[in-house]
């Protein structure tokens, strides 16, 4: 049992409990309740965690921890921890000094913004439970203070318990099968390692309005916890015991019909967005992105047998077309899209395709001339030249960039400059850009000559005959012929994880032999070779030094997707092949990072090892990838 690895449970509306396997909260983001009130955005942590403590005849023992300032962990509960489990749902069990176990589990049901918790002793004798519940009512990344304008008062009726701390954020309200004691207290100092890890505020106040008691040897004591909004009022039309069951029957058979573990993971990300869907990019910090939605839709969605979302995400996204681009990024509070990224919109185009392709027939011919539609304004729209200086060039390849912006997935920023600003041609956008006039081809046959033209510049320009690979970027800054030769694997999409690959034969194989080589960890591909300027090996510390190592050798998982596709295409895509490759590479990274996300796939990991995960803890394309290349390898 890894006592730091970290659990979540998604609530599909982008909402969600999070934790770490000992019950230490190490992150601001650790919540019992955390809520959107307009989903997937506005969203708040509402109840931040708790304190339980279990009284026999023989004394009183703490079965939960905080962490405080200055580095001190009490009580001391998570001593008694002697085994977690995250399926079907985070179960914990404690062992007492004197021999009685209790067994602890967490549910947070679909499409509510409801926790439900219990705990039951494994043997029959006096026992008593002593919940006391933590809370702030603050924004997801923001700290809490004590302070007088929080509202301690509660409403009790019939076994529940209502508090409303802040005028403007979601009521919580309790139900139980215990006592609730009313008595007001601020907890202070809370310490967030992780947060100070990363350099930001890790102190925190919390507000603790009472204590719920429950007689253990009564059976179980129960504790449902939920955000006073619509889509939680069926629960909270029920007492605690019939929520809890019903809440364990729906998950427990909605959670077993999942084909896979990994089918299981991606349900996390596919959240309601109005009265449509979106993709959450990850957890807990990331809400839905277009590059994440549109790279990720393909094995969630797609390869998850999701075709009704994947339709939906893309009909939603499929408006909001201007000039050629797609948002990357909806600010929350109404404000005006960003769009900020080259890539986004070419990559809608390659998930349009497939979903297309997989839907067959049973896709409404209303809604594949919407997708068709929108990749043609794409298509078209980039070719006649957009924002931030994105236009098709002679040789009909897409040029793109301008200083101050950056447009590419290698997005990172320190002091105003970008780390890897790829101005000019980079290799992956290629790649795409080939990719979008084969679909928009299939309508409007003249993009297929300009893709052919495209194509034979590409094979001309971007070979690297010196080192065996092909250059991340030519015509640097728009200047003609110069070239970044840095070793990267964005040109892996070149060969692997798009449709129509653009290198094939002795030159393929040469570009994968040498990005196994050079790249290739048991977490994923690095993001630069080792040996390259500016190679960082360590991703971690303040945001600045953070986002200098993003991008300079920093391993990303979600490339493993292109990198064991181009793998196995270059090596005649057998049977054989396919199962060398599972076994080779995809086995290892799904255990490599289960050891810190149960059950998910993290955001990036350090390029040295022992490649320990970090970034973000669930992060929707790593699953995505993996999800999508297991069906390839099984196909």
Same mark, same amino acid.
Request: one cysteine or more; aromatic letters at 8%.
């Given at each position: 049992?890894?006592?730091?690895?970290?659990?979540?449970?998604?609530?599909?509306?982008?909402?969600?409990?999070?934790?770490?396997?000992?019950?230490?909260?190490?992150?601001?983001?650790?919540?019992?309740?955390?809520?959107?009130?307009?989903?997937?955005?506005?969203?708040?942590?509402?109840?931040?965690?708790?304190?339980?403590?279990?009284?026999?005849?023989?004394?009183?023992?703490?079965?939960?921890?905080?962490?405080?300032?200055?580095?001190?962990?009490?009580?001391?509960?998570?001593?008694?921890?002697?085994?977690?489990?995250?399926?079907?749902?985070?179960?914990?069990?404690?062992?007492?000094?004197?021999?009685?176990?209790?067994?602890?589990?967490?549910?947070?049901?679909?499409?509510?913004?409801?926790?439900?918790?219990?705990?039951?002793?494994?043997?029959?004798?006096?026992?008593?439970?002593?919940?006391?519940?933590?809370?702030?009512?603050?924004?997801?990344?923001?700290?809490?203070?004590?302070?007088?304008?929080?509202?301690?008062?509660?409403?009790?009726?019939?076994?529940?318990?209502?508090?409303?701390?802040?005028?403007?954020?979601?009521?919580?309200?309790?139900?139980?099968?215990?006592?609730?004691?009313?008595?007001?207290?601020?907890?202070?100092?809370?310490?967030?390692?992780?947060?100070?890890?990363?350099?930001?505020?890790?102190?925190? /106040?919390?507000?603790?309005?009472?204590?719920?008691?429950?007689?253990?040897?009564?059976?179980?004591?129960?504790?449902?916890?939920?955000?006073?909004?619509? /889509?939680?009022?069926?629960?909270?039309?029920?007492?605690?015991?019939?929520?809890?069951?019903?809440?364990?029957?729906?998950?427990?058979?909605?959670?077993?019909?999942?084909?896979?573990?990994?089918?299981?993971?991606?349900?996390?990300?596919?959240?309601?967005?109005?009265?449509?869907?979106?993709?959450?990019?990850?957890?807990?910090?990331?809400?839905?992105?277009?590059?994440?939605?549109?790279?990720?839709?393909?094995?969630?969605?797609?390869?998850? /047998?999701?075709?009704?979302?994947?339709?939906?995400?893309?009909?939603?996204?499929?408006?909001?077309?201007?000039?050629?681009?797609?948002?990357?990024?909806?600010?929350?509070?109404?404000?005006?899209?960003?769009?900020?990224?080259?890539?986004?919109?070419?990559?809608?185009?390659?998930?349009?395709?497939?979903?297309?392709?997989?839907?067959?027939?049973?896709?409404?011919?209303?809604?594949?001339?919407?997708?068709?539609?929108?990749?043609?304004?794409?298509?078209?729209?980039?070719?006649?030249?957009?924002?931030?200086?994105?236009?098709?060039?002679?040789?009909?390849?897409?040029?793109?960039?301008?200083?101050?912006?950056?447009?590419?997935?290698?997005?990172?920023?320190?002091?105003?400059?970008?780390?890897?600003?790829?101005?000019?041609?980079?290799?992956?956008?290629?790649?795409?850009?080939?990719?979008?006039?084969?679909?928009?081809?299939?309508?409007?046959?003249?993009?297929?000559?300009?893709?052919?033209?495209?194509?034979?510049?590409?094979?001309?320009?971007?070979?690297?005959?010196?080192?065996?690979?092909?250059?991340?970027?030519?015509?640097?800054?728009?200047?003609?012929?110069?070239?970044?030769?840095?070793?990267?694997?964005?040109?892996?999409?070149?060969?692997?994880?798009?449709?129509?690959?653009?290198?094939?034969?002795?030159?393929?194989?040469?570009?994968? /032999?040498?990005?196994?080589?050079?790249?290739?960890?048991?977490?994923?591909?690095?993001?630069?070779?080792?040996?390259?300027?500016?190679?960082?090996?360590?991703?971690?510390?303040?945001?600045?030094?953070?986002?200098?190592?993003?991008?300079?050798?920093?391993?990303?998982?979600?490339?493993?997707?292109?990198?064991?596709?181009?793998?196995?295409?270059?090596?005649?895509?057998?049977?054989?092949?396919?199962?060398?490759?599972?076994?080779?590479?995809?086995?290892?990274?799904?255990?490599?990072?289960?050891?810190?996300?149960?059950?998910?796939?993290?955001?990036?990991?350090?390029?040295?090892?022992?490649?320990?995960?970090?970034?973000?803890?669930?992060?929707?394309?790593?699953?995505?990838?993996?999800?999508?290349?297991?069906?390839?390898?099984?196909?």
């Amino acid at each position: 049992m890894n006592r730091a690895a970290e659990w979540l449970e998604a609530d599909g509306l982008g909402g969600f409990a999070s934790g770490r396997a000992d019950g230490v909260r190490t992150r601001r983001y650790h919540a019992l309740l955390l809520a959107a009130a307009a989903p997937p955005t506005e969203r708040a942590v509402l109840v931040n965690g708790l304190d339980a403590s279990v009284r026999t005849d023989d004394g009183e023992w703490a079965i939960s921890s905080q962490r405080y300032a200055p580095d001190v962990t009490a009580p001391d509960g998570a001593t008694r921890l002697v085994a977690f489990a995250h399926e079907p749902w985070p179960t914990w069990t404690y062992r007492l000094p004197d021999g009685m176990e209790v067994v602890h589990e967490l549910v947070v049901p679909h499409g509510a913004p409801v926790v439900a918790l219990s705990w039951r002793a494994r043997e029959a004798r006096a026992a008593t439970l002593v919940v006391r519940p933590f809370l702030s009512g603050r924004d997801t990344h923001a700290t809490h203070h004590a302070n007088g304008a929080f509202d301690f008062a509660p409403t009790e009726h019939a076994g529940r318990v209502r508090w409303h701390p802040y005028a403007d954020r979601p009521a919580v309200v309790a139900l139980t099968n215990g006592r609730y004691g009313h008595e007001p207290l601020w907890y202070h100092d809370f310490q967030y390692d992780e947060e100070r890890a990363r350099g930001l505020d890790f102190i925190e /106040d919390l507000a603790a309005p009472g204590t719920f008691t429950c007689d253990l040897r009564a059976g179980r004591a129960l504790l449902v916890l939920a955000a006073d909004l619509p /889509d939680a009022a069926s629960w909270l039309a029920r007492d605690a015991a019939e929520c809890w069951d019903e809440i364990e029957r729906s998950e427990r058979a909605r959670r077993s019909s999942f084909r896979t573990p990994l089918h299981r993971a991606a349900d996390a990300y596919v959240v309601r967005r109005g009265a449509g869907k979106t993709i959450v990019a990850g957890y807990p910090w990331f809400s839905d992105w277009g590059r994440d939605t549109f790279i990720a839709l393909r094995g969630l969605c797609i390869a998850g /047998d999701r075709l009704t979302d994947a339709r939906d995400i893309l009909l939603e996204w499929s408006g909001h077309v201007s000039g050629g681009m797609l948002p990357n990024y909806f600010p929350e509070g109404g404000q005006p899209a960003d769009y900020n990224a080259v890539d986004a919109s070419l990559w809608f185009c390659v998930a349009a395709h497939e979903t297309i392709e997989a839907s067959g027939t049973s896709l409404d011919p209303a809604h594949e001339a919407r997708l068709r539609d929108a990749v043609a304004a794409i298509v078209a729209g980039y070719a006649a030249g957009t924002r931030y200086g994105i236009r098709m060039d002679d040789d009909g390849l897409l040029a793109a960039g301008e200083r101050g912006v950056q447009l590419t997935w290698m997005d990172a920023r320190v002091d105003g400059r970008e780390v890897t600003p790829r101005i000019g041609k980079p290799v992956e956008v290629q790649a795409l850009w080939i990719n979008a006039l084969h679909v928009a081809g299939a309508r409007e046959p003249r993009w297929l000559d300009v893709a052919d033209r495209a194509r034979r510049a590409f094979a001309a320009r971007f070979w690297n005959a010196e080192r065996g690979c092909l250059h991340d970027v030519v015509d640097v800054d728009h200047v003609p012929n110069v070239v970044d030769a840095l070793l990267r694997p964005n040109q892996l999409l070149a060969i692997g994880g798009l449709p129509w690959p653009l290198v094939d034969g002795e030159r393929a194989r040469r570009v994968v /032999d040498a990005c196994e080589r050079a790249l290739w960890t048991p977490a994923g591909p690095r993001s630069l070779a080792a040996g390259e300027p500016g190679y960082t090996s360590h991703y971690g510390g303040d945001p600045r030094a953070r986002d200098g190592a993003y991008h300079q050798g920093t391993v990303w998982p979600w490339l493993a997707g292109p990198f064991i596709e181009a793998w196995v295409r270059v090596r005649g895509d057998t049977p054989e092949v396919r199962q060398d490759a599972r076994a080779g590479f995809l086995e290892p990274l799904l255990a490599h990072h289960a050891g810190a996300s149960p059950g998910q796939l993290a955001e990036v990991a350090d390029a040295e090892p022992p490649h320990a995960p970090g970034g973000c803890p669930f992060q929707a394309w790593s699953v995505g990838e993996a999800l999508r290349i297991a069906r390839q390898l099984t196909a």
